[in-house]
């Protein structure tokens, strides 16, 4: 059975940085786009971030709006994805999702509707 499990939401301070983590099981990374999301009340869910990888070669993909702030990452022997988000802002407030979607390379797809597994989610509240 595949399952996805978030951590380490919480609330921050303008500028401030958290890192997240996703602990897959049943999931094999190599065989899926694995992403982040994030909605916030009252919008669509967002592409944060997406990494696939090709016989050891990776690729990361990550929305404008966090493109040089977010980075993300996996780790294989430990079967976690990473999101780790700096100089955050009071537009970053949302609940994150991580999600394991349809392969394809090099870009992974940015719609929602192609990620099949999906995690609970963890808040971040960015405050100024």
């Known amino acids: 059975q595949e399952r996805l499990v978030e951590s380490g939401g919480g609330s921050v301070s303008v500028g401030g940085e958290l890192r997240l983590s996703c602990v897959a099981s049943?999931?094999?990374?190599?065989?899926?786009?694995m992403s982040w999301f994030r909605q916030a009340p009252g919008k669509e869910r967002e592409r944060v971030a997406s990494?696939?990888?090709?016989?050891?070669?990776?690729?990361?993909t990550y929305g404008a709006s966090v493109e040089g702030r977010f980075t993300m990452s996996q780790d294989h022997a430990k079967n976690t994805l990473y999101l780790q988000m700096n100089s955050l802002r009071p537009e970053d407030t949302a609940i994150y999702y991580c999600a394991a979607g349809r392969y394809w390379w090099p870009d992974c797809p940015s719609d929602s509707a192609l990620y099949n597994t999906w995690g609970q989610g963890t808040q971040v509240t960015v405050s100024s």
């Open positions: 990494i696939v990888s090709l016989r050891g070669d990776y690729r990361t």
């Open positions: 049943g999931v094999t990374f190599s065989r899926y786009c």
